[in-house]
């Protein structure tokens, strides 16, 4: 990476911190994207490459979601062509960050998947910094509350995927307890069997030695 590109990254993300407006919004998550994908090239280690990895999955499912719902049916009526190619990269970018989903043994195929997606990723923000946001910010739209709205949009999805995962787990506590009392009873019912199967060759034996007796 060009040291004076990541320089510069960095100065722009200070300028866009506290700023509401969808642009900067927006790229602002570009940025912090481009920050991941490098933490992720610079990982000494398969635990730091995958935790990365993961939110890198995680920020672009939500960043897109909202983007296509908030920002896209805007742009959509500046540049209708632009907008379907952005939809479309949108789409690539799905199939991409799926797949690495299931590739979490953080090999060199899950390297090279992740590097794919870099690319991708880095067309689509640079199209759409050059030409698609330039052409939302000549339009009508109220940048502000459109700033907004993807925010709470964002904050929405956060909470619709945490959510599942709680769940999740509060479930799996759960049942730990419950497999507990479930196999104590087994045991319990197996120490009963014992003394009762140990009692059983006695009585053959004092059988068999009343009729020698008796003979």
């Given at each position: 990476?060009?040291?004076?590109k990541g320089l510069?990254?960095?100065?722009?993300?200070i300028?866009?911190e506290?700023?509401?407006?969808?642009?900067?919004?927006i790229k602002a998550d570009?940025?912090?994207?481009?920050?991941?994908?490098k933490?992720?090239?610079?990982?000494q280690s398969?635990?730091?490459k995958?935790r990365?990895?993961?939110e890198?999955?995680?920020?672009l499912k939500?960043?897109?979601?909202a983007?296509?719902s908030?920002v896209y049916?805007?742009l959509?009526?500046e540049d209708h062509?632009?907008?379907n190619?952005?939809?479309?990269?949108?789409h690539?970018i799905?199939i991409l960050?799926e797949?690495?989903?299931?590739?979490?043994d953080?090999d060199?195929?899950?390297?090279?998947?992740?590097?794919?997606?870099s690319?991708v990723?880095?067309h689509?923000?640079k199209?759409?910094?050059?030409?698609?946001?330039?052409?939302?910010?000549?339009?009508?739209?109220?940048?502000?509350?459109?700033?907004?709205s993807f925010?709470?949009?964002?904050?929405?999805?956060?909470?619709?995927?945490?959510?599942p995962e709680?769940?999740?787990?509060?479930s799996?506590?759960k049942e730990k307890p419950?497999?507990?009392k479930a196999a104590?009873?087994?045991?319990?019912?197996?120490?009963?069997?014992?003394?009762?199967?140990k009692k059983?060759?006695?009585?053959?034996r004092s059988?068999?030695?009343?009729?020698?007796?008796?003979?």
């Amino acid at each position: 990476m060009n040291p004076f590109k990541g320089l510069m990254n960095e100065v722009e993300s200070i300028v866009l911190e506290g700023r509401t407006d969808v642009i900067s919004l927006i790229k602002a998550d570009h940025r912090k994207v481009d920050q991941l994908f490098k933490q992720y090239k610079e990982a000494q280690s398969k635990a730091e490459k995958k935790r990365v990895m993961l939110e890198i999955i995680n920020d672009l499912k939500v960043h897109a979601a909202a983007e296509e719902s908030k920002v896209y049916p805007t742009l959509d009526k500046e540049d209708h062509e632009g907008t379907n190619e952005s939809f479309e990269e949108h789409h690539l970018i799905k199939i991409l960050i799926e797949e690495l989903a299931g590739m979490l043994d953080m090999d060199d195929k899950t390297d090279a998947k992740v590097k794919v997606l870099s690319e991708v990723v880095h067309h689509h923000v640079k199209e759409e910094e050059s030409k698609y946001l330039p052409e939302l910010k000549d339009s009508d739209a109220d940048l502000e509350k459109m700033g907004a709205s993807f925010t709470a949009e964002k904050e929405r999805l956060q909470k619709v995927k945490t959510m599942p995962e709680k769940a999740a787990k509060k479930s799996a506590e759960k049942e730990k307890p419950a497999a507990k009392k479930a196999a104590a009873p087994r045991a319990k019912k197996t120490a009963t069997k014992s003394p009762a199967a140990k009692k059983e060759p006695t009585k053959l034996r004092s059988k068999t030695t009343a009729r020698k007796k008796a003979s």
